[in-house]
Each structure stands twice: as structure tokens, then as C-alpha cells.
């Protein structure tokens, strides 16, 4: 069965920019899985922050963006803050009508 | 305003069924294009998709549960349903529903319920 893949965990600088990467463990991803993009807190229920690929949700800063990068959907958060500290999530639309979250990254800023 | 709200049993015994109930307000799921889906994520992990109705009764199974799992709506009530069967410890989980957009994302989403399987 595909998995989708995502770091385990990532570590940015306040201010810098970070990528995160949902890959396929066959194949590649492109804009016909609508690849979309999630942030959550502990405690919290996720917030939708990219869809469509790169479409920002209403409310999201423009310091989060998404993009097709190589065979992976990509997420870059350009000036990463201290609340930008989260788990991130990504969801591909799969064959056949079924969705697949990715593990998540979770996103160290310090 | 979109809102959806999760409600069922906090505590439920191994192999029993589960039933999940999505209140849902300011969308029609009878409406072209409208979906909900349901999410559940354990303790400490991460989430996993798990089912989507659409507006024309089409539904959708995650492919490692679709034996245990079913959905279903009641246009009247604004409310999807969500059963699980044969309950294991290991589906203890924060189960969330969610309204799916044109682009099959999350738009929307429940505050979360958490289930707790135990004897």
C-alpha cells in the first residue's frame, strides 16, 4: 500500500526559512493530488493552512506557501516565528477517491 | 459560519461498535459539491484519514478499515454518522469530522472527541 512520507522532525532558526517535503513511497506527487497542508497544536484540531497545492487558506500568513518541488509537494515557511512551532501535516487525494495523511513533521523553531 | 461538532461515547469495550455522530452547521451536504469526512488521530500520533460521504451518497473507505467502517448521512438533521466495528484498544483515538472542499481538502473542522477503548 502507498505511504506518504514526511520528515519526522525539522529544526529552523526564528526568521529563516524552512522547507517541508510529502513525498509517495512509489511514485511521485503532482498538482492532481490536490496536496494539501495542516497545522496542529497539542490539545488543538488541525488548521488548514495550504490547499489545491498552493492556495492559502483564508487568514494564513503569506509567509506560508506551497509548491510542487521535484516528485514532492512541498511546504516553506519563509520567516519561520516561534508559533510556527507545530506538527504539520500533509494530505494527498489518492486513486479511487481515498485520501492519505502523511506521519506529520514536527517543527522545532529555535 | 461552518461549524461541525463530534458527539458518540467516550468509552467503549473491545469488539463493541462504535458510533460517532457529526453535527454539522451552514453547509447542506444535499448540495452539489458539499463532502464531510472523518479523521481520528491516538494519543501522541498522527492523524489518519478514515472516510468520506459525498453529496450524491458516494462514499469512501480508508483501504486498511473499509471492512470495519461505515458512513452514512441524514440530510435533514445535518448529520453524518460514522460506525466502527470490532473495537480494539489500539483505536483509541481523538476522532474528528470534517467538511471537504471542491478541492478534497479539510475547510473545516470539529473540535475532536476522544474515544477511549478499554475494558
Known amino acids: 500500500q502507498t505511504v506518504v512520507t514526511q520528515e519526522p522532525s525539522f529544526s529552523v532558526s526564528p526568521g529563516g526559512t524552512v522547507t517541508l517535503t510529502c513525498g509517495l513511497s512509489?511514485?511521485?506527487?503532482?498538482?492532481?493530488?490536490?496536496p494539501s497542508w495542516y497545522q496542529q497544536t497539542p490539545g488543538q484540531a488541525p488548521r488548514t493552512l495550504i490547499y489545491?497545492?498552493?492556495t492559502r487558506s483564508s487568514g494564513v500568513p503569506d509567509r506560508f506557501s506551497g509548491s510542487i518541488l521535484g516528485n514532492k509537494a512541498a511546504l516553506t515557511i519563509t520567516g519561520a516565528q516561534a508559533d510556527d512551532e507545530s506538527d504539520y501535516y500533509c494530505?494527498?487525494?489518492?486513486?479511487?477517491?481515498?485520501?492519505?495523511f502523511g506521519g506529520g513533521t514536527k517543527l522545532t523553531v529555535l | 459560519q461552518v461549524t461541525l461538532k463530534e458527539s458518540g461515547p467516550a468509552l467503549v469495550k473491545p469488539t463493541q461498535t462504535l458510533t460517532l455522530t457529526c453535527t454539522f452547521s451552514?453547509?447542506?451536504?444535499?448540495?452539489?459539491?458539499?463532502?464531510v469526512g472523518w479523521i481520528r488521530q491516538p494519543p501522541g500520533k498522527g492523524l489518519e484519514w478514515l472516510a468520506r460521504?459525498?453529496?450524491?451518497?458516494?462514499?469512501f473507505y480508508s483501504t486498511s478499515l473499509k471492512t470495519r467502517l461505515t458512513i452514512s448521512k441524514d440530510t435533514s438533521k445535518n448529520q453524518v454518522v460514522l460506525t466502527m466495528t470490532n473495537m480494539d484498544p489500539v483505536d483509541t483515538a481523538t476522532y474528528y469530522c470534517?467538511?471537504?472542499?471542491?478541492?478534497?481538502?479539510?475547510?473545516?473542522w470539529g473540535q475532536g472527541a476522544l474515544v477511549t477503548v478499554s475494558s
Open positions: 470534517g467538511r471537504v472542499a471542491v478541492g478534497l481538502n479539510f475547510d473545516s
Open positions: 451552514g453547509f447542506s451536504l444535499s448540495s452539489s459539491g458539499m463532502r
Open positions: 460521504i459525498d453529496w450524491d451518497d458516494d462514499k
Open positions: 512509489s511514485g511521485s506527487v503532482s498538482t492532481s493530488y490536490s
Open positions: 489545491s497545492t498552493n
Open positions: 494530505l494527498l487525494y489518492m486513486t479511487g477517491g481515498i485520501s492519505l
